[in-house]
């Protein structure tokens, strides 16, 4: 609670990095976490494979199919966790992914782990709010936040249902779609952030389709954090070895674009 | 006056059969969910609808359809009496159009103009292309693509219907791999799209509706046994992918306590080696927005089903099928690829009927069945599909070249 307090400030916007744990190998992603947190990451989204992900692009369809290609286990993922708290005893780490891998040993296991592994918070994407029995409960047990999505499609009526029971922060999901696609309209999301901020407290970050410093500073004038996941993904998928050097210099040219555009602002 | 406790009532109204069923999907697609279930309540409740489905249902799929005595298949077999459920003679083959004709209906009703659905075998991708051309509708249709090979013959039929055939080249590339796309262009198209699932699976509402649309199958059977015999079956047979023609069938029969019941599933090459009986192999989780059992690892990913019927190799089973094997009221089996094809070739043989490959299961499990029960005893077999689109890889497997 209090990583994610510190991450997201009100003097600037948060930067939440994605990428999916073991993509290529379970031994290559620390060192892709840690040049996001040197590229200047303020929060890590640690993605747990899945054979079938629904809500995916190609981009991060073929970094699952990767990452389960190498043979990553669930127990990498804790493993990688693990290590990345004890490295960065400071910054947020996400775990996110699907309902099956995140329940299969119950609930209560996933969330235990989670608390030992020093995970802050999860978000699952299949999980909505009507089905928050399968693993909501276990998680804020442990005080684990939940972080719900809230999107397009979320109208007035539902939004009271998705705040209930979320915590650390509201992920919008800016277009109706898969990840890694077409990107919204600045007005729209414009609209969404503030329709989202007068119906809750907890920080509104916004995600899906970003993927130049350019998009992710316009966003971060209007939205307390700024997602992006596909487009470093596919530094991951093409620079190989050079992959953690790259996947930092490009953090950082987010990080310098959504700062700069804030002090214009200010 | 006491009531029974009926097994026909299910979901409860969050969708769930006992701890199975749900709506598992990402946001963007609850409020669609929820949707569909409020204009399907509505449906439900109006004749209207109702009169429109069994006008299409008669007129233009051709139902009811026949209920069968197989005197040379009985004899053959030498044990209980076998009688076909003929859904094969449905328009397009199989009894994939019952479900199609009223989930077009309810697309219409809600005034989604562009229609997508998922196929395996390619019998449910046609029977959704049919009912695009007849209502003038858009219709693009996900396939695997190692099944657009193997299924030549729908992909064309579907083509010429007007449909969109997209292949799909993720994960093994077969029914859920397709099943994944159709829920992705779902989410990319909340708007105007309306999703045709082709089996008893997914969120809610569509097992239940699925279900519902497909028990015409039990429903015109359990009254033309009364009025042919004077008596229930004893025991109901059908194969299970998803599961929509074998709930079709059983559920009309859920409160008749005397009718026991048998769902085959496909054991593939063995149940030890490539297989796709879920409920044998798998166990419970969470797939394509519902709880049920599936093949999966320790880890809970998926492990792609085989089996030589395209349309049987999908590593779930509808959710009401879990919860009723868990409940013990339906028992399932399973045959192997190799029974299934004896099963497929003895039909032709004794009752000049080429079955399906998905059928050709049950008929493989009533081989081992019939000889146990009594001359005077009744199965009842769910023939949902005929073989036509079956033969190209039959002939494979038997080593004949056409
Ligand atoms: C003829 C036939 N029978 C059975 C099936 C399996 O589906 P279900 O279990 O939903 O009936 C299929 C699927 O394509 C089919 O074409």
């Known amino acids: 609670m209090s990583r994610f307090a510190s991450a997201f400030r009100p003097d600037h916007s948060a930067l939440v990095c994605f990428v999916t744990g073991g993509d290529p190998t379970p031994d290559a ?49 804790f493993a990688i966790a693990t290590g990345f708290r004890a490295r960065h005893p400071n910054v947020p780490l996400v775990l996110m992914g699907y309902a099956n891998p995140m329940t299969i040993r119950g609930a209560d296991w996933f969330a235990a782990e989670c608390t030992k592994a020093g995970v802050d918070g999860v978000i699952c994407v299949d999980i909505p709010p009507e089905e928050d029995p399968e693993l909501g409960p276990a998680l804020r047990a442990e005080g684990i936040s939940l972080i719900r999505l809230a999107t397009p499609t979320t109208d007035a009526a539902r939004l009271p249902a998705v705040l209930d029971g979320s915590s650390g922060f509201l992920y919008y999901v800016s277009v109706a779609g898969i990840t890694g696609l077409q990107q919204a309209a600045q007005a729209s999301i414009e609209d969404a952030v503030a329709r989202l901020k007068a119906a809750t407290n907890i920080p509104v970050a916004v995600g899906f389709g970003v993927r130049t410093p350019e998009q992710a500073a316009e966003i971060a004038k209007v939205a307390d954090g700024v ?29 310098t674009a959504m700062d700069h555009a804030r002090e214009k602002t200010a | 006056m006491t009531l029974i406790n009926s097994l026909r009532t299910q979901p409860d109204d969050r969708g769930h059969f006992g701890q199975f069923g749900g709506r598992y999907v990402a946001e963007t697609l609850m409020p669609l969910v929820l949707d569909l279930e409020t204009e399907y309540r509505k449906a439900k409740a109006d004749p209207a ?23 040379r298949l009985t004899e053959e077999l030498g044990g209980a009496q076998i009688w076909f459920k003929r859904d094969e003679l449905n ?32 019998q449910h991708g046609v029977a959704t292309a049919t009912v695009c051309a007849r209502f003038g509708l858009p219709c693009v249709v996900y396939m695997g693509a190692t099944d657009v090979a193997r299924q030549a013959p729908n992909v064309f039929r579907m083509k010429l219907l007007g449909a969109e055939v997209v292949p799909v080249t993720s994960g093994a590339a077969t029914l859920k791999d397709a099943m994944n796309e159709a829920l992705r262009d779902w989410v990319a198209n909340v708007d105007d799209t309306f999703y045709i699932i082709g089996t008893a699976a997914g969120p809610h509402p569509y097992p239940e509706l699925v279900r519902d649309f497909q028990s015409v199958i039990g429903k015109e059977a359990r009254a033309q046994m009364l009025s042919r015999v004077g008596r229930l079956p004893d025991v109901l047979v059908a194969s299970i992918g998803g599961g929509s023609n074998s709930i079709g069938l059983f559920h009309p029969f859920l409160d008749d306590p005397s009718v026991k019941m048998l769902g085959v599933e496909a054991a593939g090459h063995g149940l030890d080696k490539e297989h796709a009986a879920s409920l044998a192999g798998g166990r419970p989780g969470i797939l394509h927005g519902n709880k049920t059992y599936l093949l999966q690892d320790e880890d809970g990913q998926i492990i792609e089903g085989h089996s030589i019927s395209a349309g049987l190799d999908y590593p779930g089973i509808g959710p009401e099928h879990s919860w009723l094997k868990e409940i013990g009221r339906v028992d399932y089996t399973s045959v192997t690829d190799t029974e299934a094809l004896e099963g497929f070739q003895l039909l032709c043989r004794t009752e000049g009927i080429i079955p399906a490959l998905e059928p050709a299961h049950a008929i493989a499990a009533v081989r081992k069945l019939a000889p146990t029960m009594d001359k005077d005893q009744i199965i009842l077999v769910n023939l949902c599909g005929r073989g036509d689109k079956d033969i190209f890889s039959v002939a494979e497997h038997l080593g004949v070249s056409l």
């Open chain 2, 49 to 71: 609808f109702h009169a429109e489905f069994d006008d299409l249902l008669e007129h233009y799929v051709g139902r009811p359809s026949p209920l069968y005595f197989a005197p």
């Open chain 2, 91 to 122: 328009h397009t083959g199989a009894h994939k159009i019952n479900n199609c004709i009223g989930q077009i209906l309810l697309a219409i009703r809600m005034g989604k103009t562009r229609i997508i659905a998922e196929t395996g075998a390619g």
């Open chain 1, 227 to 255: 997602v992006v996941g596909s487009a470093i993904i596919d530094i991951v998928a093409t620079e190989g070895a050079n992959a953690p050097a790259k996947v930092r210099d490009f953090v950082r040219s987010l990080r």
């Open chain 1, 29 to 77: 992603t620390p060192a892709i976490l840690d040049a996001l947190v040197e590229g200047g990451a303020d929060v890590v989204e640690l993605g747990m494979p899945f054979t079938d992900p629904m809500a995916d692009g190609p981009a991060i369809q073929r970094a699952n199919l990767r990452s389960l290609g190498a043979g990553t286990k669930t127990a990498d993922i």
